[in-house]
Structures are given as C-alpha cells and as structure tokens.
C-alpha cells in the first residue's frame, strides 16, 4: 500500500474515533442551553438531550435555582479537589453504626471563581467513601473533568479586600474518558427508558390524586 494512503488512513482512522464520544455540532445548536462550556470530547448527543427531555428550553441563568434543569460544565483535571468530611454525628437512620459524612467537588477556576458541588443528602461516612474512591479512579489520568448538577445559588462577597464569587450546584453527574458516576439518572441515558420512567411517575400521580380525592370524599 502507498505510504502515503497508509498514513491518511491512521489519520481518518484517529479522527474518528476521538469524535465518537464528542458532541456533534448539530447537537450543539439543538441542544445550546446544557452544556456551558468546552465539553472536550468527553460528552456525547445524549449527554445534552437528556438534560431537554420533558422540559420547555431555559438558558443558564445564575439569578434563579435551576430546579429540574441540569447543566453540564467540563473543567482541566488541576482545577478540581474532593473532599469527604466526618461530620462527627450520627442517628438512628444510620444505625449509629457510622458517622454522616459530606461530599462535595470544588473547582477553583480563579482565586476570585469557585464551584462547588453538593450532594442531595447526607450519608455515612463508609458509603460515601465508596464513591469517593470511585470519582477518584474516573478522574485518574485525566485531562478534563466534566460535571453535571442543578444550579442552586450564587454567592458574592468581599473577604480581605478580594472579591469572591462562588456558584453553588447540587451535584449530579461526573464524567471523564475513562468512565462515569450519577447519583440519580443513568450513565446511559435513553429516551425510550425516559418515556418508561416518565409514564410510571404520571401513573403515581394519578393514583395519589385518586386517593386524596377518596379521602376528601370520606371527610
């Protein structure tokens, strides 16, 4: 074979497999509002669909939580720390067996920039460990670091004559090249999975509001 066309197929070859896993550009402009920033070739089409499913589309805005809406960020391995906290109390839903623990992502984007990311409750220490050490293992080696979460509040103020501005999240998704962790949706999200979840939930509606009508009834 001409070495030249060797070459060009290696080439064509490396280029496509780096797409695989990347948003594509017609993703980018019907999907705009879920991802905010670089998403380097970590994120796939369904990455970004998933967060628009069942919802009218919202642009980020840091005046207001987010609620149902979820928004991913990529940022450069360095910038990210994790950290897992014995809070030093416990109670009978634990069996106090353990210790609750908090974790939580920060990425330090600047000295005057910070994200931090919280998980929905707390735990015991020991289960959090598990995915502590887990998020570490996904995150070894790696370049970029993407994060997914529901925007919570924005904090601004002046600590030793240095402006401060932190954006709190409540922490759903991370992602790297190597792997990938979600606390409530699937790592593999479908639609046909979604409308099957979305059609249980409106079947709970239903017989919920099926039965406060009952025990209105009875009153």
Known sequence: MNNSIFVFIICMGLIISSCVEAVSISAMKKYPYPLLTEDYGILTDTDLA???WGLKPRPFTPNEISGAYLYWQCFPREKISIALEDTGYSSEDIGWKD???ELR???QINRNLAHL???RRNLAVKDFQKRFN???KIMKDQKYVCLAGEFSDRERKVENNTFNEIYSWTFEK???KKGCDSYFY???PSYKDF???QAKHNKWKLARKQTMHNVNKID
């Open 50 to 52: 998933a967060y628009t």
């Open 99 to 101: 210790n609750y623990g």
């Open 105 to 107: 992502i920060r990425v």
């Open 117 to 119: 990311y919280f998980m």
């Open 134 to 136: 887990l998020w570490r």
């Open 174 to 176: 991370i992602k790297t």
């Open 186 to 188: 699937s790592c593999h």
């Open 195 to 197: 409308l099957r979840e």
